[in-house]
């Protein structure tokens, strides 16, 4: 099979490069505006022509090609790598028009590689407004690449681009004779032995082996001992090798910048974004500005979607009764309504809350807002051993901790990034928010003060700030477990802010909303299912003495069958299977005020948070035979204990939100942990403290307010 046209897309963050994969692809890849979306390397198939198709590669942004993190090491292995799979024929350069000379060093280096290369310019318009014009003609014939304005948010310049992208595929071999600087003035001949030894096309490409070949998996060990040989023969020396190829490129970019762009005076670049700035990020109304964002993001997620919601519950509250009165009683009827139809109803129900928090961290992403979040809290982050950077991970962990995860690959020191890992999941992700929605309208009044403060969004937040609290609290303590010398500087560009790209949000909510049904649902579903078949089944010795125990009973007392028919399904689902788990750990979680239903949840909800809310519906449906259509926060609100007192009081209630602020319930989270730490001991390490964090708090909390 032929390997397809390949196109790498590479630049420093934030400069657009998402933006034309979408354009390119069509794809919905998660576009932010902020650096570091992109973490790992993403891949679509573009038409170009009739004749071309070409498989488009959007690698982490990087700002040079020595890499310094994780993220920027993806990016390094695919460019250096000539066995690498994804390798690209063509490398379209995405550098930012108002930052010019800072993105023409990447290009350079690329350019260098001998590879069909494109620059791309961005941001045309931020620059326009920074005064700054640029000549791309004359640039273009400086560079001896082809460049082209583009704006792949509204689209413009893309037909031009693929243009270009034709005849460099019919010219492929049309690659300029000489460098943008000559490797071998400040290294030596000895370069070529390098590329003869290892097949390489440039010099450029040899330096690098030169750097980092005891990390460069295409070399056989043949072929490091000569290399290293040789470097010791030379006296090369790294650092210095590195400070001299800085410094010619950008000796001839200053040269280049000064013939192709003109700028206006610094005085007239009275910039937008900076004046907005001196309020956001001022040290005190910052910060109070900070919390009043998050105030009104959690306030809308009970406000929104209280409406549709209600809808959904009520729509699935009089499909059951209907279904109820439709279908005669036995198994599957049993089935398709306490088992499939409470499943389905479980996950559809939290749709527009999801849809609402995801629209709103695209509204922050997109707008620039939430750049500044993580220079805000700098300072409070380097009180616990962090520093800014791993805002962004934390951060997107109230989405999903398996990306924010994987996101801490641009976190280069070490240290910082273990314990960015161990703490993320304490973040309260999108899977809690069903958990925290029935729990709160169960045992929190829908009050509100003023007419604008509602205090179930009052205490979501607080739910959302007490996760946050309590990374900052076990990151200090790791930060004195955890001993390093490697220091590292919080430095990150500030992009501009700009209005959200409403069709992104939509899009995004969408998708997110998709992703909840497919991947969440799907496991839910299959759950539901099973704990229906545990719920409804037993072993059959006891499932038959209880049968014979109440048909005597029928038989003796016929005026109470109604009675006993009630007391027979709690009976049976106490003896089936999912009733025996339940009672099995019941010792265990009774000082937190649960129940064994609850314990049933507490397991089950280990394949995924969201779970539980599925677990409640089946098990506070099954055996349940009224016609009367009652929503599960009904019939959770109506639960009782053997004693007769309620089982979600607002001890019980706030103990199992604090429990499940802090657990580690999610089987995804720890592989990802896993694959990322490459060792079991960091998840066991993570599963362990939650789980006893989670279980103290809980005791605590139920203890006091019992």
């Not at 390119?24 to 998660?30: A, D, H, V």
């Not at 040989?229 to 000064?258: C, H, N, P, W």
């Not at 703490?423 to 007419?451: D, E, F, K």
Request: hydrophobic share 45%; aromatic share 8%.
């Amino acid at each position: 099979m032929q390997r397809p046209y390949t196109i790498a897309l590479v630049g420093n963050p934030n400069s657009g490069k998402s933006s034309l994969f979408n354009a390119l692809t069509g794809l919905n890849q998660k576009v932010g505006n902020f650096a570091g979306v992109t973490v790992d390397k993403k891949t679509g198939i573009s038409k170009i022509s009739d004749t071309l198709s070409a498989s488009i590669i959007d690698l982490p942004g990087t700002y040079s090609l020595y890499p310094k993190g994780a993220d920027e090491q993806v990016t390094y292995e695919v460019l250096l790598n000539r066995n690498n799979a994804d390798n690209p024929d063509l490398i379209i350069v995405i550098a930012d028009a108002s930052n010019l000379k800072r993105n023409l060093l990447f290009c350079s280096q690329i350019m260098d590689l001998k590879v069909p290369v494109v620059i791309a310019l961005t941001m045309m318009d931020i620059a326009q407004n920074k005064g700054i014009t640029i000549d791309t003609t004359g640039l273009q014939r400086l560079m001896g690449v082809p460049v082209i304005a583009i704006n792949p948010r509204k689209n413009k310049g893309i037909p031009q681009l693929k243009k270009i992208i034709i005849q460099l595929h019919q010219n492929s071999q049309v690659i300029s004779a000489t460098g943008f600087i000559d490797v071998q003035s400040f290294t030596g001949t000895w370069l070529e032995d390098i590329k003869e030894l290892c097949h390489l096309k440039s010099d450029y490409s040899a330096l690098h082996v030169a750097c980092n070949y005891s990390e460069l998996g295409y070399l056989n060990a043949a072929q490091r001992m000569r290399i290293a040989a040789l470097l010791d023969e030379v006296k090369f020396y790294k650092s210095k090798v590195q400070a001299e190829e800085i410094m010619q490129r950008y000796s001839k970019i200053g040269t280049i910048i000064q013939k192709c762009v003109v700028e206006t005076s610094p005085l007239k670049r009275s910039v937008y974004s900076e004046k907005i700035d001196k309020t956001l990020l001022h040290p005190i109304w910052g910060n109070v500005i900070l919390l009043a964002v998050l105030f009104l993001l959690f306030q809308s997620i009970f406000w929104l979607a209280a409406y549709p919601m209600d809808w959904v519950e009520k729509s699935f509250s009089a499909l059951s009764g209907w279904l109820g009165s439709m279908m005669s009683d036995g198994l599957i009827k049993d089935l398709l309504i306490n088992g499939l139809l409470a499943g389905i109803s479980g996950i559809a129900v939290f749709i527009p809350q999801i849809m609402i928090l995801f629209g709103c961290i695209t509204i922050l992403e997109d707008s620039g807002y939430m750049a500044r979040i993580s220079f805000l809290t700098d300072r409070m982050m380097r009180s616990v051993g962090l520093n800014g950077r791993s805002v962004m991970p934390l951060i997107s962990g109230m989405a999903c901790a398996v990306p924010a995860i994987m996101a801490t690959r641009t976190i280069q020191n070490r240290k910082e990034r273990l314990i960015t890992i161990l703490v993320t999941p304490l973040m309260s992700c999108s899977a809690r928010l069903p958990v925290y929605t029935i729990l709160i309208a169960l045992v929190i009044p829908n009050h509100s003060a003023l007419g604008i403060f509602n205090l179930q969004g009052l205490v979501l937040m607080a739910l959302y700030l007490l996760g946050f609290f309590m990374a900052l609290i076990v990151s200090k303590v790791m930060n004195m477990i955890i001993k390093t010398k490697e220091r590292t500087y919080f430095l990150m560009e500030l992009p501009v802010y700009r209005a959200p790209r409403w069709k992104n949000v939509g899009i995004t909510m969408i998708e997110k909303a998709k992703v909840f049904v497919s991947d969440a649902g799907k496991v839910i579903m299959v759950i539901s299912l099973l704990l229906w078949a545990l719920a409804t089944f037993g072993p059959p010795s006891s499932m038959r003495s209880l049968e014979a125990k109440y048909a005597t009973l029928n038989q003796q007392y016929p005026e109470r069958q109604k009675e006993f028919k009630k007391i027979y399904a709690t009976e049976k689902l106490e003896h089936s299977f999912a009733g025996m788990m339940g009672h099995a750990i019941e010792p265990a979680i009774k000082p937190l005020g649960f129940d064994w239903k609850i314990g049933i949840a507490l397991i089950t909800s280990f394949a995924a948070r969201e779970v539980f809310v599925g677990t409640m519906a089946t098990l506070y449906s099954v055996g349940d035979d009224t016609v009367v259509a009652t929503t599960l926060r009904d019939k959770m609100r109506a639960a009782r204990r053997p004693d007769g007192t309620a089982v979600y009081t607002l001890a019980t209630g706030l103990s199992l939100l604090i429990f499940y602020v802090f657990a580690m319930q999610c089987m995804s989270t720890m592989a990802v942990v896993r694959r990322e730490t490459r060792s079991w001991k960091y998840p066991l390490i993570q599963f362990t403290y939650m789980l006893g964090i989670a279980y103290t708090c809980s005791f605590i909390v139920y203890q006091l307010l019992k």
